[in-house]
């Protein structure tokens, strides 16, 4: 019988009245009232998330950036001090055991972030991948609480509470500072399609972290955001979540990502051969397209869904939500090429056996304003 995990935050959550449910075996705030109150508030104002699920896993030595070279699909070598990359981790045969984001904290250290779901079997990858390298894989995942600041008041509201140089931190980087006296690794990736920072720091700190940015936001209506709110954010900003728009039976290729694998690195790397023919396939046949889909009536497509033309099946709805933003329900699926062009006409979603009519458009559904 495997407990459920709990974050430093947990006691807290529930003292908000916060909706509680099982995630990839944490136990997590869903929503702690109205989750398109909460997703407004990250588009309009700012939201603070508890992300402390998250995986993160330590890789330091001599040859710690040759170890992620091999065990990545990313170029790891490139990643300047202070920055982050997002990349993905593949099995030989080519398909996504994980997407990750890479921070390279030191001259060799690195901490790898990976899915709440795949935590531990990154870690066991990354420990098996590492043999004949002089680098070592830690587990740090009780090291750390993670709490994100998201939405376009986010800048303000952490500066009222560090001197961390916020302004020079740039997109995909993190720098080591003190927030509201509490010694933390702040970072600026996001999945919300909005402006915003993560803040790694010990779980002994969370609970006064939590509440100085609670204070600190007061006035700019930053309120508590749960995973529900975090999934419509990032399905509008069209941004791929592992278990729906990434598997392992998907390469890099076929989910539209190939960019992410840099072959031109030096060296072999696991799923280089595979990889290699997957790029190839991918240019002379055209996999599936990742696209998104708006609805024309107020049913909600879910995954697994089947899309459809004349009747017939060219495609599987990947996520599926109504848009608050949008005011509409949205998708993301992929769909025979041949129907994937942004304004294709006669695609319809089955929802339990009646073909709903929906629009193909380009991803993201929502692009901030810069």
């Known amino acids: 019988m495997s407990t459920t995990r709990l974050t430093a935050l947990d006691a807290l959550h529930r003292s908000l009245g916060a909706t509680m449910t099982d995630f990839a075996g944490w136990d997590m705030p869903l929503r702690y009232a109205s989750e398109r109150d909460e997703h407004n508030a990250v588009r309009t104002r700012a939201g603070l998330f508890d992300l402390s699920h998250m995986g993160e896993i330590t890789v330091s030595g001599p040859q710690a950036v040759d170890l992620l070279n091999f065990a ?58 590492s043999a004949g390298f002089d680098a070592e894989v830690r587990d740090d995942r009780d090291a750390y609480a993670l ?23 740039k997109y995909y980087a993190g720098l080591p500072g003190t927030v509201a006296g509490v010694p933390a690794l702040i970072a600026r ?18 609970e006064k972290l939590w509440q100085a940015l609670t204070e600190a936001g007061k006035d700019s209506g930053l309120i508590p955001c749960g995973l529900s709110c975090r999934d419509t954010l990032r399905l509008e900003a069209g941004m791929p979540l592992y278990g729906n728009e990434l ?24 799923g280089r051969t595979a990889l ?50 949008l005011g509409r329900p949205i998708a993301m699926a992929y769909v025979d090429a041949a129907h994937a062009a942004p304004g294709t006409e006669g695609v319809g979603v089955d929802i339990r056996g009646s073909h709903e009519p929906y629009e193909v458009v380009a991803l993201p559904f929502y692009k901030r304003q810069k």
């Open 276 to 325: 290699t023919a997957a790029a190839e396939r991918a240019e002379s046949a055209p996999p599936r397209k990742l696209v998104g889909l708006i609805a024309e009536g107020r049913r909600v497509p879910r995954s697994g869904y089947q899309v459809v033309v004349d009747g017939k099946v060219v495609g599987e709805v990947t996520s599926g939500a109504p848009s608050p933003t």
């Open 247 to 270: 598997t392992t039976s998907l390469t890099p290729f076929d989910a539209g990502l190939g960019r992410v694998v840099k072959f031109e690195k030096e060296g072999d790397f696991v």
């Open 72 to 129: 990545l699909v990313g170029n790891i070598a490139t990643v300047g001090l202070g920055r982050a990359r997002y990349t993905m981790i593949c099995q030989e045969d080519g398909g996504i055991v994980d997407d990750l984001i890479v921070y390279r904290l030191g001259e060799s250290e690195y901490m790898v972030v990976a899915n709440a779901g795949n935590a531990q079997v990154v870690l066991d990858a990354l420990v098996a991948r």
């Open 189 to 206: 990736t996001g999945y919300t399609g909005e402006d915003g920072f993560e803040l790694f720091v010990e779980p002994q700190h969370a």
């Open 147 to 169: 709490i994100a600041v998201q939405g376009p008041e986010s800048p303000g509201i952490l500066k009222s509470v560090t001197d961390a140089d916020l302004d020079g931190l």
